[in-house]
């Protein structure tokens, strides 16, 4: 079904120049970059700025898609009634909405030309673009055969590609990882421009780092792909971002014409907004500036940002009345917040009367605060049957407030606990939580008016018993060793948005975070024994052996590229094989230690059917059940 001669589509730099040359690009990430939370990245920015935004939306599984109805309806929602390759004229709604969801790139990950041809068709309509995900790096992308493990199979890729590129209205881009050398990813990226992408976004880390095993990503490869391909040739760079003063550096050491966020925006959604974002948002009283001129959004701020878009543009109501955000009598702000606290941050479009999706929308049988008036656990669970939702704006809720609110359930563990026991789409509990942030970051302010100038405090951060040695000592290391400087670089009062930074694998193996295999053990034994004469050998070894030097316990554990909804355990038996990874990753917490409502979790393992236990000094629960309208395995860690 070739293109019609009288309809070119624009392709390569035209295209992009004809999204207005964006800068900055939401990266794509599974179950995190839905439209709610796309959204709230772009209302950082001017309105006039906003569609300068360029955003992916989650991965998409092609078969699945292709396959079924309710896949499509409870992972895409560009129109209220159920989306046909024919239905284009129905009232707009959600995804790729042209007033505020655009420009727009759906992503598929596929191992099967027809069913990626098949699925895009129906996505062509609502968005700008069809991305190939050739990146994910999961175990369970392993089995499917998919994401960075089809770079063995490069016909099979330029068959994805041109296929697309030869069928589609709209152009055809691709999301890659650098190979083990620098020669081996431009051949790789030459492969994807040839079959026919428009752009490719390289993310600069190899498929084996994830996890604790994450590391760096390799800028001078981007680099190297920007000397050697076509001035024509479009590329953004991705990895190492971690607030808003990197995104220039990528751009300058890359001269990629872009750069992606991923994890960094989960930390901070309010990652791209540049002084003129910033300068609203302090009037508006939601960005803190210190005395050292560091700043960053306040989380309640951000918080209440995010519940509303949820109930004006999902729900589709108002938002209930809330109290403007707290503001210190003595503000160390230079300007003081105005009377715009209270108004709305988004143009709200005019919504007609509809019929809403019942099974879209969150139960409403509240049952988390009546424990002592229910049956005993076993019985609660064979009579508890809840509609439970199904819209993936509701669903992602949880997991980007674990994100968002990381240092500060770090210390508040009785909002920790409260978002653990949330369900999806329970907007009074998520109100009740709002309520709770807002409440600590009063105290939170407050204290820190009270503690300027106090030894061991600089703007509300305290030094721990015990920092400065370790500091001390990983000071000493050379500074592509240490994750020391950046982590002092990030670091706000807990009550404002930063970014999570990875310790270095170098330092995880110190910490015991990360822990070596047989394989590796008897090379350092071996080493050892030879007293250290094989050290310049090792260091000599290619890329590949000194990977297998590294063996992480866990694979599972990287929470940005390939967190699997349920329905993605599907995709290993549609392909031939048998998927045993856990299709559910729900992180509750960040620190690795057994929090102080450990026996609280064990009776909600028990009350639920659930198995609870410690791994690795980690308390936390694995459950196989019900989850979102799908079977699943459920690991939760409590820190």
């Not at 690009?25 to 950082?44: G, K, N, T």
């Not at 971690?242 to 989960?266: F, H, P, R």
């Not at 106090?454 to 290391?477: A, L, N, T, Y």
Request: proline share 6%.
């Amino acid at each position: 079904m070739a293109l019609p001669a009288e309809r070119p589509k624009l392709t390569g730099r035209a295209f992009y120049e004809s999204l207005g040359s964006p800068k900055h690009i939401l990266a794509p990430m599974v179950d995190q970059s839905e439209f709610a939370w796309r959204l709230l990245s772009r209302s950082f920015l001017p309105p006039c700025q906003q569609a300068s935004l360029l955003a992916y939306t989650p991965m998409l599984h092609a078969r699945l898609y292709k396959e079924s109805q309710s896949y499509r309806d409870h992972h895409f929602q560009p129109c209220r009634t159920s989306l046909s390759k024919s239905d284009t004229d129905s009232d707009a709604y959600l995804d790729g909405h042209p007033t505020h969801d655009r420009p727009l790139i759906v992503q598929f990950c596929a191992n099967d030309p027809d069913d990626l041809l098949q699925a895009a068709l129906r996505v062509a309509p609502h968005c700008d673009a069809v991305d190939l995900n050739l990146g994910c790096p999961q175990g369970i992308a392993r089995k499917g055969h998919y994401g960075s493990f089809l770079q063995e199979s490069p016909n099979l890729i330029h068959s994805l590609i041109s296929t697309l590129a030869k069928n589609l209205e709209i152009p055809v881009t691709a999301k890659m990882r650098i190979l083990d050398t620098k020669e081996d990813t431009l051949r790789y990226a030459k492969l994807l421009l040839d079959a026919g992408a428009s752009w490719i976004a390289v993310h600069g880390r190899r498929r084996e780092q994830k996890g604790h095993e994450t590391g760096l990503a390799d800028w001078k490869v981007i680099r190297y792909l920007r000397e050697n391909l076509s001035k024509e040739t479009v590329i953004f760079a991705n990895g190492n971002i971690l607030g808003y003063e990197d995104l220039d550096q990528c751009l300058q050491k890359t001269g990629a014409d872009g750069v992606m966020s991923a994890e960094g925006n989960l930390c901070d959604p309010g990652i791209f907004a540049g002084e003129e974002g910033r300068r609203e948002g302090v009037k508006r009283g939601e960005y803190w500036v210190g005395k050292d001129g560091r700043g960053g959004w306040r989380m309640d701020a951000v918080l209440r940002r995010y519940l509303d878009i949820l109930y004006k543009f999902v729900l589709e109501k108002e938002p209930p009345s809330r109290n403007p955000i707290f503001q210190p009598d003595e503000t160390r702000n230079s300007i003081q917040p105005d009377s715009s606290t209270t108004e709305p941050i988004l143009p709200v479009p005019e919504l007609s009367p509809i019929k809403t999706d019942t099974s879209l929308l969150p139960s409403t049988n509240h049952q988390d605060n009546q424990h002592d008036a229910q049956p005993p656990a076993k019985k609660r669970k064979q009579n508890h049957q809840t509609t439970r939702t199904t819209s993936p704006n509701l669903l992602a809720v949880q997991a980007h407030l674990f994100h968002l609110l990381r240092p500060l359930v770090s210390k508040h563990t009785n909002i920790r606990d409260k978002l653990a026991r949330a369900r999806p789409g329970d907007m009074e509990k998520y109100e009740e939580i709002l309520a709770d942030v807002q409440h600590v970051t009063r105290e939170g302010m407050l204290e820190l008016e009270n503690d300027q100038g106090r030894p061991g405090v600089m703007d509300g951060i305290g030094v721990g018993e015990g920092d400065s040695d370790v500091e001390k000592e990983e000071e000493e290391e050379d500074e592509g060793e240490s994750s020391v400087k950046a982590v002092e670089r990030c670091r706000r009062p807990w009550w404002v948005c930063q970014a999570y930074v990875r310790p270095l694998p170098k330092e995880a193996l110190k910490k015991g975070s990360l822990k070596l295999g047989k394989k590796a053990l008897k090379k350092l034994e071996a080493e050892a024994g030879n007293g250290g004469r094989n050290k310049t050998d090792t260091e000599h070894k290619s890329v590949k052996e000194k990977r297998e030097m590294v063996e992480p316990v866990r694979e599972e554990t990287d929470e940005r590229d390939g967190v699997p909804r349920q329905e993605m355990a599907q995709e290993a038996m549609h392909l031939g094989t048998r998927a045993s990874t856990p299709i559910g990753l729900a992180p509750i917490g960040g620190a690795a230690e057994v929090s102080s409502s450990t026996a609280e979790v064990a009776a909600r393992a028990a009350e639920s059917g659930s198995t609870f236990g410690i791994d690795n000094g980690t308390a936390g629960i694995t459950s196989t059940g019900d989850f979102g309208g799908g079977r699943g395995v459920w690991w939760g860690l409590l820190g």
